[in-house]
């Protein structure tokens, strides 16, 4: 799940949540970016998702650093100035800047721009020597670094959290092929991966018995009602995770449990009883075919992390000549 921008900062190509979601209405598959589901209540959601005993992923992605942290820090040397795509609650990026040699700056890049600074600002409480630039953006797009950075030898890009599996195949390639771009050539990129396992374990996390997935998931129905003055019922849609192959992904839908009608912006649209909006899909990898696609965006992997279970990966990238 998926921590992305504000759209004052995303130029002309940006939509509102109003232009997504009759986008998603007149598609036949009823698609609507996860992006949307980080409002403030969403991302609070999310890091209540992160400490559930069915997620695995955060905290097999923490243990896989926390076990690995001193070579992971040599791995990529000192001096670097760390730049987190979707960074949330920075959690993971604290340890990571505490075990790395002298590390430059910090750039956290998030979409919701109050969760976004209040993050930042915890950090830099606990490091408080430590520059922090805050960037609200949508990494989904081709975003900008600030102009005024702290002076930094290199850089390193962080996305944790198997974010990257949130994003298509070819999207995924041409956000890698972006971040070579404004990392440059000497870069190095450090990315969790989760892997494909048994269904039956990657449908548990994402459709915990606790519910609060569920409550995640209509939360972008109560965030459409409260922005664009609609009056959808989230009871009355039932939130679902699903697994599929060809490539491996789950895919999270809230399907509607009655017939619906929807009107905004003088269109009616109506959705019928068991159709569903598509609110996110999460690509699972193996480690060989994530190298692949790395190494068609520039990328060479250089070295990998993974826990026992083989659930979940860290992968560090270093910048290549693009193919």
């Known amino acids: 799940m998926f921590s992305t921008s504000s759209k004052t900062n995303l130029g002309s190509n940006a939509q509102t949540l109003g232009e997504a979601l009759i986008e998603a209405l007149e598609r036949p598959e009823r698609r609507i970016s996860p992006i949307w589901f980080y409002d403030e209540r969403g991302s609070a959601l999310f890091e209540d998702i992160t400490q559930l005993p069915s997620y695995y992923l955060t905290r097999t992605e923490i243990k896989i650093l926390d076990d690995n942290l001193e070579e992971i820090s040599r791995a990529i040397g000192r001096d670097r100035l760390v730049i987190e795509l979707g960074s949330g ?5 604290f340890r990571l800047l505490r075990a790395l040699d002298q590390p430059a700056g910090y750039v956290p890049v998030d979409i919701s721009a109050k969760y976004l600074h209040q993050a930042a600002a915890r950090l830099s409480s606990k490091l408080p020597s430590l520059p922090v630039v805050a960037l609200v953006a949508d990494f989904t797009t081709e975003f900008q670094l600030p102009p005024s950075l702290p002076p930094h030898r290199n850089r390193l890009g962080f996305f944790p959290g198997s974010t990257v599996g949130n994003l298509e195949v070819a999207e995924a390639q041409s956000l890698l092929m972006h971040c070579h771009t404004i990392l440059g050539d000497e870069a190095t990129f450090l990315i969790g991966v989760d892997l494909d396992k048994s269904p039956e374990v990657l449908i ?5 018995p606790e519910g609060v997935t569920a409550e995640f998931n209509r939360n972008l ?18 939130h679902e995770a699903r697994y599929l192959t060809n490539p491996a992904r789950i895919e999270m839908h809230l399907v509607a449990t009655v017939d619906q009608t929807l009107e905004i912006s003088g269109r ?3 959705l019928a009883a068991g159709e569903s909006f598509h609110t996110e899909t999460s690509h699972k990898y193996t480690v060989e075919d994530f190298s692949r696609l790395a190494e068609k965006a520039g990328w060479e992997l250089s070295h990998y992390w993974c826990d026992t279970e083989k659930r979940f990966a860290v992968l560090l990238l270093t910048a290549a000549k693009v193919k």
């Open 204 to 208: 548990s996390a994402y459709d915990d």
């Open 268 to 270: 009616t649209y109506r």
């Open 221 to 238: 129905l109560k965030r459409i009602n409260r922005e664009l003055g609609l009056a959808i019922d989230p009871s009355a849609f039932a």
């Open 89 to 93: 609650s920075s959690r993971k990026t």
